[in-house]
């Protein structure tokens, strides 16, 4: 009897959850929510993450980042002047001159959570490259912007500018400082970036 416990377990066992460290190597992956896939992936990249339930709590969050780096004086690189009106509450300094700018500040396309990266084109960076801008990124964006992956990021895009497809579509995906690059991030522009995320599903 005790040889078939062991085997197909008791009844009083069958009823207990089996946590993910529990399970074999062969098992197929529990599968994350994506938002939360995203949190982790995006965490992972050493990107900073602020998450907001209201416009206010943008606003504090995005006033405290200034504060934290000294940047209350410092002109911030803004591309998008919906963006420039959203924030007029918070009375920063704005420049269309990136070589001026200390941060940019910046809507995406989509958040990527199966690399925790962030979706970008020329509605967000004209046409200018990635190592044409700041180091430091301040992304304004929503929850509803989260897609598991680049494909449906690229579909979105091009389900919304049925007429024009932009350009310079790019993605950024390392937040971490050049000495803490590995060979998977040779070549990119790695950026010090801030996400203010917020609620609105």
Partial sequence: MNFFKKIFGSKQQSGKEIKSDDRGKYMPELKLPIDEKFTINFKANGGKFLYCDDLNEVFSNFNNILTENSWEDKPAL?????????????GFTSTK????????????????????????????????KLTDLPVNFVVFATTSQIVDTIGEGLQGIKSKNRKQIPSNITTIKH???DDEKDFLSYGSSSKNLYLLLLEDL
């Fill in 97 to 128: 001159h990136s070589s001026a700018a200390i941060y940019f500040l910046t809507t995406c396309e989509n958040l990527i959570a199966t690399d925790g990266s962030l979706l970008i084109c020329s509605h967000q960076i004209a046409a200018k």
């Fill in 78 to 90: 803004v591309i998008d002047d919906n963006l420039i009106k959203k924030f007029k509450s918070v």
């Fill in 175 to 177: 937040f971490k400082s």
